[in-house]
């Protein structure tokens, strides 16, 4: 039994190293992203203003890497439960009818992400064909930020709906009383 309890929590303890690993990439990257659209962006402004010319590599490039950047947000939002939400309703319903409510809202949240993945895959196949016009990257790059999002936002939510029906006290739970007084705290 006590081995037992021991493999859990080394168990536990690897994803939360893998899950801290994760996040922290996720987070250079983003990091990454926005130094270099900042400095294309400045210098396209200026050589522009300063010596009339430009760089037209710099609006596409700035362009990919904000839409990577936003969709690589979303994620880790997802991970840290950081989304904006409404909670009034939950928080006001007895512990069964908030559980109910969480698994109907996980179930249409994935939904939302199968039709977002069905959508980012038949651009993704479109955008093989297509190059973009300064950079001659593949469009499909573009679309590839929307697969990476609903496979994140996917895994994160299947995750906490794991926990939930496991009575985990990690799961999330919109409403709980447990959240309101870590706020508090």
Same mark, same amino acid.
């Given at each position: ?6 493999? @859990? ?14 996040? @922290? ?6 990091? %990454? ?6 400095? %294309? ?6 050589? #522009?203003?300063?010596?009339? *010319?430009?760089?037209?590599?710099? =609006?596409? &490039? ?5 839409? $990577? &950047?936003?969709?690589?947000? +979303? ?18 319903? /007895?512990? /069964?009818? @908030?559980? +109910? ?10 939904? +939302? &992400? $199968?039709?977002? $993945? ?6 993704? =196949?479109?955008? $093989?064909?297509?190059? *973009? ?6 469009? +499909? ?16 939510? &299947? ?9 985990? /006290?990690? %799961?999330?739970? %919109?409403?709980? /009383? #447990?959240?309101?007084? =870590? =706020?508090?705290?």
């Amino acid at each position: 039994m006590l081995k037992q309890a021991q493999d @859990r929590d080394e168990d536990k303890n690897k994803m939360i190293k893998l899950h801290t690993l994760l996040t @922290r990439t996720l987070e250079y990257l983003m990091a %990454a992203a926005l130094a270099v659209m900042f400095i %294309a962006v400045l210098g396209n402004v200026i050589l #522009r203003y300063g010596f009339n *010319s430009g760089l037209a590599v710099s =609006e596409e &490039l700035a362009r990919l890497l904000f839409v $990577w &950047l936003i969709f690589i947000g +979303a994620v880790l939002a997802m991970a840290r439960h950081a989304h904006l939400g409404f909670d009034l309703l939950q928080r006001r319903l /007895p512990a /069964p009818l @908030r559980f +109910a409510c969480a698994l109907i809202s996980h179930a249409l949240m994935l939904y +939302a &992400l $199968w039709l977002l $993945w069905q959508g980012s895959w038949v651009q993704f =196949e479109i955008g $093989w064909r297509v190059r *973009s016009t300064v950079m001659q990257y593949p469009l +499909a790059l573009m679309a590839a930020a929307g697969l990476f999002t609903a496979f994140g936002m996917a895994c994160c939510l &299947l995750l906490n709906l794991y926990r939930l029906l496991r009575g985990d /006290p990690q %799961a999330y739970l %919109a409403g709980a /009383p #447990r959240l309101q007084q =870590e =706020e508090q705290a």
